[in-house]
């Protein structure tokens, strides 16, 4: 697949990756920080874990339905247009929270965010794939990955600054967000994903994206479902073992940081090595031990130490998924693949929050990580009967 641009006099070569990876920073900063805030505000104020979960998946709600018009979206405004459209969603947002308390308005907002969040995600990490030569995949997706992973280890920092006032995080995230809208609107082209199926292709193609890399895919969902656990649930089990908040606002980046520091190795091994085999080992097992080893401990230490190991080895889930999927697929079906990609997000996004929270109202805080565990085992399991099948479904597809 092809991208076309109205734009003959932008240097394709370096801009756009570095614009990107600068999108994706600020991203991960609101993510980071919004998220985990919103969830010591609601257990502050006595919210049920049950519902602090539920209320927190609403974002991702509005990244479902994001994702569920992305696609068509992309082809008829463009990349340049749908990105500074979620930029602007997420700019104005923001500010918003801190100037109400009304759960119903932030359950509005959050959906606002999601959607947002939803078109800037889907516009860069498509954009990019399709500019990356299959030799240098892993290591740009990893790129990209370790920019969100940046602005994600960051944001629960701005915790910190809630004691010289709730407002003041919230507009520093805007005023980034101003400026990352200015720069995509001076510097970047407006480019478009090059049509390639017409109707009757287009019932068919979700349906052979499935069967070619069901297993790729399934990436994004574990990521989802990771990342809004620790976001919106770690919080209230850290208040609930007793650490305070900015312990937790200390201890959180860690899971960010690990992620950082392999997310390079990771992708620029599965470049030069077997991807899928990456992905199998790429996952932990030491989620099993974090409450074991903090429950009832002053000091969070030692349960820093097990999620910054965690994140390092899962944290490139989503962006080593979507090499994977690019190696299976023609560059016809990626968009669609994306879209499938950002849907799996969504739907491990609204599961995290959801269960996670009634897992540790009914059953106990530490089920939160044994629940983990067992999603990552599953993973690598059902890796070892995909090889054989995702070769001979390539040798089909290359024969329609």
Request: glycine share 12%.
């Amino acid at each position: 697949m092809t991208i076309t641009s109205n734009s003959s006099k932008f240097p394709i070569r370096l801009s756009p990756f570095f614009l990107l990876t600068m999108v994706i920073i600020i991203s991960g900063l609101s993510q980071g920080l919004l998220l985990p805030v919103l969830a010591i505000f609601m257990e502050e104020r006595g919210i049920p874990s049950s519902v602090n979960g539920m209320h927190a998946a609403a974002l991702y709600v509005g990244s479902f339905a994001m994702t569920l018009v992305a696609e068509r979206v992309l082809g008829r405004a463009g990349f340049k247009k749908l990105l500074i459209g979620g930029m602007v969603a997420v700019m104005i947002a923001l500010p918003i929270f801190p100037l109400v308390s009304n759960l119903s308005i932030w359950f509005v907002l959050r959906l606002i965010v999601g959607i947002g969040d939803s078109a800037i995600h889907f516009t860069s990490q498509l954009w990019l794939l399709l500019l990356s030569p299959k030799e240098r995949r892993g290591r740009n997706l990893s790129l990209y990955g370790m920019s969100y992973g940046l602005g994600f280890s960051f944001g629960p920092f701005g915790i910190r600054l809630l004691s010289y006032g709730q407002l003041l995080p919230f507009i520093l995230l805007s005023i980034l967000t101003a400026m990352g809208v200015l720069l995509v609107m001076v510097r970047m082209p407006n480019m478009y994903p090059e049509k390639v199926a017409g109707n009757a292709r287009e019932t068919r193609k979700y349906g052979r994206i499935y069967r070619l890399a069901w297993f790729a895919l399934f990436t994004p969902l574990l990521y989802g479902y990771m990342e809004s656990t620790m976001n919106s649930n770690f919080p209230i089990y850290g208040l609930r073992i007793g650490l305070s908040a900015e312990q937790i606002a200390t201890l959180l980046p860690f899971f960010g940081i690990g992620g950082l520091i392999l997310q390079l190795p990771l992708g620029m091994l599965s470049d030069r090595y077997n991807r899928k085999l990456v992905l199998m080992i790429a996952r932990s097992r030491w989620w099993s031990a974090v409450p074991y080893r903090s429950t009832g401990r002053k000091s969070f230490l030692e349960p820093a130490a097990v999620v910054h190991g965690s994140g390092g080895l899962v944290g490139s889930f989503f962006s080593l998924g979507l090499a994977y999927t690019a190696d299976i697929l023609p560059a016809g079906l990626l968009p669609a693949a994306n879209v499938i990609a950002s849907f799996h997000f969504c739907i491990g996004s609204i599961l995290g929050p959801n269960v996670g929270g009634a897992a540790m109202e009914f059953v106990g805080p530490g089920t939160l990580f044994v629940l983990l565990g067992s999603l990552y085992m599953i993973f690598t399991l059902a890796g070892f009967g995909f090889r054989k099948q995702s070769l001979e479904k390539n040798e089909n597809m290359n024969r329609l």
